[in-house]
């Protein structure tokens, strides 16, 4: 039983902080539970021992797939990366026990969430004698003869590492009345009573919602504390009760409340879980604001946007130098019409960025001419590059702010700024984006897209880093003349006796057509190779000219026109694909097709190469 780290399950049982703590344990059991209420994930039920205590234990939504995959056997020896131990419910209890033991056991009141784990060796049978510690009691008891409290929170030191517990949490309320603290990541859907002692850090407005069972409205928060953030909803009556009492950036007890997976469509924190305010949750206000982190309130570099993954929230200070009309648009989401206003904001690491305003703030801006503006939450995109979102509800705006930054940020616009030439993070100039905004560990190889049939049975998209090896030659086609009629863009025959061309759908006639590339490439990693189809936008990224200009090319230039083709020929780039099958000849076949092309950043790769050999050294 070297290999089992000792008295694991007695410290993971009693102790009240697990500082640098990941202990070795086997797995005796697993068990997958269907959920039971609709949108819930379901459970992975775990029973791990040191070889002389074993504990119930669930495995965190997030950890699912890793059972799911056939990665944890019975048996195989575990480390604890990262784990909590959260209140559980009676109803809870009765559900863990009916899989373990068939006698009546001394229930303990918390149960084991493993919410980060590796794989450490596979054994083939159970290593030592253990006993469940809810009958038997933590081994270092019987070793020390000295009494160990248990779950009672009263010890001085940690009995992990010795030191002065965490000041910030309580595991019992304290003589003068102040409540229990639930450090926030272990609040989960195991936990029944729960405090928390946070900090909002972000609160939206009121919302209304509408669907065919009922409608209401509705705002959320973000709280944060030295562990994590979560978010928090209300509805209806409890908009009334609390909207007006929580205030961004103060520092709340809040208890009794809902606690749900969160809905990742709409919840951007890094947290499995969310919590429905209810008609029995409290909220008030705690002067003692220790041991609470402060919001940040640092802005970021617009040149420092490239090194931001998508949807990453971020503050701006800079110079708006151009404001554009408002527009109606159809959100893809809602199909509902919006308002949106497009902004251009530079600063002074000499980068410009495109910021969107929508709905009532995009209809009711209106600002002095060049105004220094401090935006705070935005939400970076990937969109034509780099770009940024007015989160409403989220986000938060400033004109003209009396800081030291601001003043700053307008001393060196008219000293410089105004006549200054800036790189753009979005726009003409980077037309399909940079490498920065990738997330790496989505690509896949060339082998990979193959060998997992991706595309075979439904249309799926994936990421790619190749270099281009063949571009077609000049018998092959690469354009087509296409209809000029917005959002048509279908073939345009030539009519007979004439010089005119005319649109079998749209039924319009015109003097000359569009040219619009549709073309294929070859491109390869340091594997596989594979064809893949390139359309008018991306084709003229490639190949750097515009469909109708090479057309003309290719009757005037022979030559001109065989080195143009040449151009995107061993040049690399990360591919965003598609993949879907299509039927040729009666045959089946995986059609591939780019949709984005991201030329290679080499700064940002040298970066994140660095970032990726740091986090391999640290683990």
């Not at 939400?379 to 800081?403: A, C, H, K, W």
Request: hydrophobic share 35%; charged share 25%; net charge neutral.
């Amino acid at each position: 039983m070297e290999q089992l780290t000792r008295n694991a399950i007695s410290q993971i049982i009693t102790a009240k902080s697990f500082d640098n703590f990941k202990p070795v344990v086997q797995l005796l059991h697993i068990q997958r539970v269907a959920a039971t209420r609709a949108g819930a994930p379901d459970q992975v039920r775990l029973k791990l021992s040191d070889g002389r205590r074993w504990t119930h234990a669930l495995l965190a939504p997030r950890q699912l797939s890793s059972a799911m995959d056939g990665l944890l056997n019975k048996f195989c020896l575990l480390r604890l990366n990262d784990f909590s131990r959260n209140p559980v419910q009676d109803k809870q209890w009765a559900d863990l026990q009916t899989w373990t033991l068939g006698v009546t056991e001394t229930r303990w009141d918390r149960v084991v969430i493993v919410k980060a784990l590796d794989v450490v060796k596979q054994e083939k049978e159970g290593l030592g004698d253990p006993q469940p510690i809810d009958i038997h009691g933590p081994t270092f008891v019987q070793e020390t003869g000295v009494a160990t409290p248990v779950l009672s929170g009263q010890s001085k030191l940690n009995r992990i590492s010795g030191k002065p517990t965490t000041t910030g949490f309580n595991s019992v309320s304290s003589m003068n009345g102040q409540p229990a603290i639930t450090p926030l990541s272990e609040v989960s859907s195991y936990c029944n009573k729960w405090t928390v002692k946070a900090r909002i850090s972000q609160k939206s407005d009121i919302r209304t919602w509408s669907n065919e069972r009922s409608s209401g409205h509705l705002f959320s928060f973000v709280m944060m504390d030295e562990t994590m953030s979560i978010k928090a909803t209300a509805f209806k009556d409890e908009v009334d009760k609390f909207f007006d009492q929580v205030q961004e950036g103060r520092v709340y007890h809040i208890s009794r409340g809902r606690v749900v997976p969160a809905k990742k469509q709409f919840n951007k924190t890094d947290n499995d879980f969310e919590v429905i305010l209810g008609k029995d949750t409290t909220i008030e206000e705690c002067e003692d604001e220790s041991n609470v982190p402060e919001i940040d309130q640092s802005y970021t570099p617009l040149a420092n946007l490239q090194d931001l993954n998508k949807d990453q929230l971020c503050n701006i200070l800079g110079i708006v130098t151009e404001i554009g009309q408002v527009f109606e648009t159809v959100t893809r989401k809602t199909q509902r019409a919006v308002s949106k206003r497009d902004l251009t904001i530079v600063d002074r690491s000499g980068f410009s960025c495109r910021i969107t305003l929508w709905g009532k703030i995009a209809d009711d801006f209106d600002v002095p001419v060049n105004p220094v503006i401090s935006f705070r939450g935005l939400r970076v995109g990937d969109f034509n590059g780099r770009s940024l979102s007015y989160e409403n509800g989220t986000s938060r705006m400033e004109i003209q702010p009396d800081s030291e930054e601001a003043h700053a940020m307008r001393g060196w616009f008219e000293a410089v700024g105004a006549t200054q030439t800036y790189t753009a993070c979005q726009g003409t100039s980077a037309p399909q984006g940079t490498s920065a905004g990738l997330d790496r560990k989505e690509l896949l190889s060339i082998a990979d897209v193959i060998n997992s049939n991706i595309g075979m049975e439904k249309a799926e998209y994936f990421t790619v880093k190749l270099r281009i090896l063949w571009t077609p030659n000049r018998e092959s086609t690469f354009s087509y003349p296409a209809c000029r009629t917005a959002k048509c863009q279908k073939k345009l025959e030539e009519k007979e006796d004439t010089d005119q061309w005319q649109c079998a759908k749209c039924d319009t006639v015109w003097d000359e057509p569009e040219y619009r590339y549709t073309t294929r490439i070859g491109a390869a990693d340091h594997k596989e190779s594979a064809w893949f189809s390139v359309f008018d936008e991306v084709a003229a990224q490639l190949f750097e000219m515009k469909a109708i200009d090479l057309q003309n090319l290719k009757e005037s230039d022979e030559h001109g026109f065989a080195r143009q083709m040449r151009v995107p020929q061993s040049k690399q780039y990360y591919f965003k694909c598609k993949a879907q099958e299509s039927i040729v000849n009666s045959q089946s076949r995986v059609k591939y097709t780019i949709l984005k092309a991201f030329p290679i950043h080499y700064i940002t790769e040298i970066k994140q190469l660095i970032r990726t050999m740091k986090e391999s050294y640290d683990s």
